[in-house]
């Protein structure tokens, strides 16, 4: 079958994209692809400037892969600066290599005169043996481990999280400027940033996968949020996934993120849910607090890099 490669469109091509990841995972059953709270993160979120001034700059850095019925099989698209990723149907891997040649000439192509290095990276799971050989193939190199792919099967008991007295857990009011400024201000503290305010957050809510009720903050005596997770739901595949899961630095070690989470997967669960994710790097104390969440099965996440 003939396979045509094209730019991104928009709107129309934002959906289709979504539903390559949807239907990579039912075949699947594993994030071999991005998940649908990555996709809308990484709009909604990471380029949120870029979508309060409808700019969407990153759209030039996608493109897609067709076959001979019009049916999206392949995405080339960035996350952060120097990176790219590889969206595939499970039946059309042998485009791999090809989407690679265009992410790398478009990753040249972008090459500012006075730079020495201009590295291009991607990632691996431990299990993706045919990636990690093409891209060894390609002159890439394996930088070890970055990070874990955690899962939790929502068929086992949810741990019991009691919370510190006068603390309590809800989910957000979107309509509410004081609860999105609340959370700006959290989100800020726990990751030592200063990009939210209640108007960024306010982007967050027009997110396609995006639910207030999976939205949840442990508030503190005193009103203001002390810690937070959003869990992203794919109702298809019946999948949860954690992103971002933080707390101030001063209500920490009192189990607000547990409790939180713990929550989460309540309600993840009486939504039909069977399975969450959460994404993680290597520090010992977080691995340790979703292990105690029942996050205790994962995927080995490994960086790969090549120089130009």
Same mark, same amino acid.
Not at 154 to 167: H, K, Q, S, V
Not at 262 to 283: P, Q, S
């Given at each position: ?14 959906? %289709? ?16 692809? =991005? ?13 949120? $400037?870029? /979508?309060?001034?409808?700019? %969407?700059? =990153? ?9 001979? $019925? ?6 080339? +698209? ?10 595939? !149907?499970?039946? !059309? ?8 040649? =265009? ?37 890439? %190199? +394996? ?17 019991? &999280? ?8 809800? +989910? ?8 999105? &400024? ?8 726990? $990751?030592?940033?200063?990009? !939210? ?8 809510? %027009? ?12 508030? &503190? ?28 630095? &001063? !209500? ?10 713990? /929550? ?22 977080? +691995?340790?607090?979703? /292990? ?15 120089? $130009?």
């Amino acid at each position: 079958m003939t396979i045509t490669s094209r730019e991104y469109r928009g709107e129309a091509d934002y959906q %289709r994209v979504r539903e390559l990841l949807i239907e990579s995972y039912t075949i699947t059953q594993r994030m071999h692809n =991005w998940g649908l709270d990555r996709w809308d993160f990484f709009r909604f979120s990471g380029r949120v $400037f870029d /979508e309060m001034a409808n700019s %969407r700059g =990153w759209e030039k850095d996608v493109h897609l892969w067709e076959d001979g $019925f019009g049916k999206l099989v392949g995405v080339v +698209n960035p996350e952060d600066r120097g990176t790219v990723f590889v969206q595939i !149907h499970p039946d !059309h891997r042998c485009l791999e290599d090809e989407m690679f040649d =265009w992410a790398e000439r478009r990753h040249q192509a972008s090459r500012p005169a006075d730079a020495d290095r201009w590295p291009l990276s991607t990632s691996v799971y431990d299990y993706d043996r045919e990636r990690a050989a093409l891209l060894t193939q390609r002159g890439y %190199r +394996n930088l070890g481990l970055g990070g874990y792919k955690r899962r939790c099967a929502l068929e086992r008991p949810i741990p019991d &999280a009691p919370l510190p007295a006068g603390y309590s857990i809800r +989910n957000i009011r979107g309509k509410d400027q004081r609860d999105l &400024a609340k959370w700006a201000a959290v989100d800020n503290q726990a $990751f030592n940033i200063t990009k !939210h305010t209640a108007e960024t957050v306010q982007v967050r809510l %027009r997110a396609p996968t995006y639910r207030q009720d999976l939205d949840l903050v442990a508030v &503190a005596p005193d009103g203001t949020f002390a810690s937070f997770c959003i869990v992203w739901f794919d109702e298809v595949n019946r999948y949860g996934a954690f992103e971002p899961v933080g707390t101030h630095p &001063a !209500h920490r070690k009192r189990g607000l993120a547990k409790a939180a989470m713990c /929550e989460g997967l309540r309600r993840l669960k009486a939504l039909g849910g069977t399975m969450a994710y959460v994404g993680c790097g290597t520090d010992v104390a977080v +691995n340790r607090l979703y /292990e105690s969440v029942g996050f205790t099965d994962f995927y080995r996440d490994y960086p790969w890099q090549k120089d $130009f």
